[in-house]
């Protein structure tokens, strides 16, 4: 949770904290999130189950807050399975709203900047722009030589 706080702070705090790990591109934080807010949630659920047992007597609420801590993880395991599966085969837009051409011109202009270190020999983005005859596949890669 300490960590997931950390990287919305670092981005200006522009959305909320859940936003944020919904959004954002990390799957380590996405995970980790995830699994601390099942840990806190899986201890109220048999807490409430073993108080239930308490006052009844019956086996029953201890027995669903069981299986209700089961189902829990087995909804969060599906949800990050599912979301990162989405960001390897290239189902999410990781940067915002933007068209593949916007992007691109936004991309030449990155490319554009890194050019001008006098450390960098070239760099090429591998987006395509829409008057550009460079082939598109898959997200934007970043090749540069430095100069030793």
Do not use: Y
């Not at 006052?55 to 189902?71: E, F």
């Not at 460079?134 to 890669?141: E, F, I, K, Q, V």
């Amino acid at each position: 949770m300490a960590e997931a706080a950390h990287s919305w702070a670092e981005t200006g705090n522009q959305r909320d904290l859940i936003e944020h790990v919904v959004a954002t591109s990390d799957p380590e934080l996405r995970a980790v999130f995830a699994e601390d807010s099942a840990a806190l949630i899986g201890l109220v659920i048999p807490a409430a189950g073993l108080a239930a047992h308490q006052l009844t007597g019956s086996s029953v609420p201890d027995a669903a807050g069981s299986i209700l801590v089961g189902m829990l993880l087995a909804v969060i395991a599906v949800v990050l399975i599912n979301r990162n599966r989405r960001f390897l085969v290239g189902d999410v837009d990781l940067t915002g709203d933007d068209t593949e051409s916007h992007l691109a011109v936004r991309l030449r202009a990155v490319e554009a900047k890194i050019c001008t270190s006098p450390l960098v020999v070239g760099a090429v983005l591998s987006l395509s722009a829409p008057e550009s005859r460079r082939s598109a596949h898959g997200p934007a890669n970043m090749t540069a030589r430095a100069v030793s």
